[in-house]
């Protein structure tokens, strides 16, 4: 490995456009797996290795990308991903491109929202969003021209965390810089989604029709169309034959019918859970995902909420199962977080209305926070949720309430303690009283 000195943006531009041909087969044929071992005999080993450096550092940010494209060499190469990052950085330190400060500081911004793309594609919002947003700041002071793709990046990821709204900004100011037909197109589909996520689907059915009178019927657009219209009117088999009506062919959105299986899971009609496809036929359908990090935590998380319903499953396991999928939820885009909130509150207002009132209230919690303060139940599934606004007391919707302290014959001191520790400090002279 040598000493390169002619760093500069028309070299990086070149090597980048050179490596781009390169791995374009393997791109148009999903062979990402053997576009990141194509890669990889190009950067390892270091010693004696014949390409400068800034080809060295091109072809890792290439790599990485390629790994996040991947359906499953996400969580296989996670030792090499930090590996490929650590030995990028040692390149550009060692060639004087200091991140924030050189010209040239925007490689360090490619790293990492190339890392920031793997964490999304690993399920990790918020390690995404981090990345993403570091990315920018250690790009400041950059000259290249495609830093509005590390903005776009960071406002995908920041929807993704559930604040759509805050990078409105953003996409208007990149509607101006990125103007060729896929970039408007790409920015169209970001803005569509900002305004689903914060309640204004009429706004985003606008969109989606401008964007149709453009681009034409796409798969993505329709689904948008449908999806939009089911949210805003309450209808969702127009949406059921969009993806299952008869000769339908398999959409090239995939993600489509994961969101509608946590769109019927949430709907108020019980007629609509008919509908609503088992876990096991959406895996066949995408059974080219199902090792995907990403989406098993979505399989997971629809499995649990599926097998909640089932009756010869004992009702604890089937509630103990809902309680231990949480902090997976946690972790999901916003969308699919709070559709699944939504499912549960529908499992739980039959079974536990004390829990169900508080998965509501996370429901409407999440809505306030993505519409910053305007709805608190963008998606328009609980318009008559007075019932679920209030926790009463279990024995208003179990069985009868307890019998008065004083009434009581015999009252075990230590029970008595263990109750009153919750809102006052005992002292050891309780015990004894």
């Not at 776009?152 to 965390?161: G, M």
């Not at 990078?167 to 569509?192: A, F, H, K, P, W």
């Not at 088999?237 to 993600?255: A, C």
């Not at 097998?307 to 509630?319: G, K, M, S």
């Amino acid at each position: 490995m040598h000493y390169d000195k002619s760093w500069n943006l028309e070299a990086i531009r070149t090597t980048q456009e050179n490596i781009g041909k390169e791995l374009l087969p393997f791109l148009q044929n999903d062979m990402y797996v053997q576009g990141i071992e194509h890669c990889l005999h190009k950067i390892l080993p270091l010693e004696d290795n014949q390409h400068s450096d800034l080809t060295i550092v091109c072809y890792i940010i290439s790599t990485l990308n390629l790994i996040s494209f991947s359906r499953e060499a996400n969580t296989e190469y996670k030792v090499l991903v930090a590996k490929l990052e650590k030995i990028a950085k040692a390149l550009l330190d060692k060639n004087n491109i200091k991140a924030g400060k050189s010209k040239l500081s925007f490689l360090h911004g490619q790293l990492k929202q190339s890392l920031a793309a793997i964490l999304k594609s690993d399920g990790d919002t918020w390690g995404a969003l981090w990345e993403s947003s570091l990315g920018l700041f250690l790009s400041r002071g950059s000259a290249n021209p495609v830093l509005p793709f590390q903005h776009v990046s960071f406002a995908l990821q920041t929807i993704d965390r559930g604040f759509p709204l805050r990078v409105m900004d953003i996409l208007d100011e990149m509607n101006e810089t990125l103007s060729s037909e896929y970039d408007q197109s790409y920015l169209g589909l970001l803005r569509i989604k900002a305004l689903r996520l914060s309640g204004q689907h009429e706004k985003s059915e606008d969109i989606i029709n401008q964007q149709i009178a453009k681009q034409g019927e796409s798969d993505r657009l329709l689904w948008e169309k449908h999806f939009t219209r089911a949210i805003a009117y309450g209808e969702s088999r127009e949406l059921h034959r969009f993806l299952f009506g008869k000769n339908k062919s398999k959409l090239d959105y995939s993600e489509a019918y994961i969101k509608y299986a946590f769109w019927m899971k949430a709907q108020p009609k019980k007629v609509y859970t008919k509908l609503c496809p088992k876990v096991a036929s959406i895996k066949r359908i995408l059974k080219g995902y199902t090792n995907n990090s990403k989406f098993k935590k979505l399989f997971k998380v629809l499995s649990a909420i599926e097998e909640a319903y089932d009756v010869n499953i004992p009702i604890i396991t089937r509630v103990n199962k809902i309680g231990r999928i949480m902090p997976i939820i946690e972790t999901l885009e916003a969308e699919y977080r709070i559709l699944a909130l939504a499912s549960i509150v529908r499992f739980l207002n039959q079974r536990q209305k004390q829990m169900a009132s508080l998965f509501h209230g996370e429901y409407q919690s999440q809505s306030l926070k993505m519409s910053e303060g305007k709805n608190c139940d963008i998606f328009k599934l609980f318009e008559n949720s007075s019932e679920l606004e209030t926790i009463k007391p279990f024995y208003n919707t179990l069985h009868k309430a307890p019998e008065k302290e004083e009434s009581q014959k015999v009252l075990n001191p230590i029970d008595k303690a263990l109750f009153r520790s919750t809102w006052q400090d005992l002292k050891m002279s309780t015990f004894a009283s």
